[in-house]
């Protein structure tokens, strides 16, 4: 993955180094979420709908942070592992199906 660079006549050789900090993932539960009571009751959901419409759902291990909209549609980021999402994901989803909207 070296890049040779031609400057002035001297050869530079580019190698970066990558390194994964941040995956972001997007998802959809397909149900409404009471996002008022999820945040009552659940220490670790911020909820204040007249700053912003999506409840923030921190989970601290792994390390994560949701973004959890009342349509069920959320944004799962500062992971940095494949692994670790999903488990984030498995660990949120079995909290938030307790706050399902049902008509």
Do not use: W
Request: net charge positive.
């Amino acid at each position: 993955m070296a890049k040779q660079k031609e400057s002035s006549g001297v050869h530079v050789k580019i190698n970066p180094q990558v390194k994964i900090q941040n995956i972001v993932v997007s998802a959809d539960l397909h149900a409404n979420i009471d996002l008022f009571s999820l945040s009552k009751n659940i220490k670790e959901v911020d909820y204040e709908p007249e700053q912003f419409p999506g409840a923030i759902f921190r989970i601290k291990e792994p390390k994560a942070v949701i973004i959890l909209f009342k349509n069920g549609k959320l944004i799962c980021t500062g992971s940095n592992t494949t692994k670790n999402i999903k488990i984030v994901l498995e660990r949120a989803t079995k909290v938030i199906s307790k706050y399902v909207i049902t008509n």
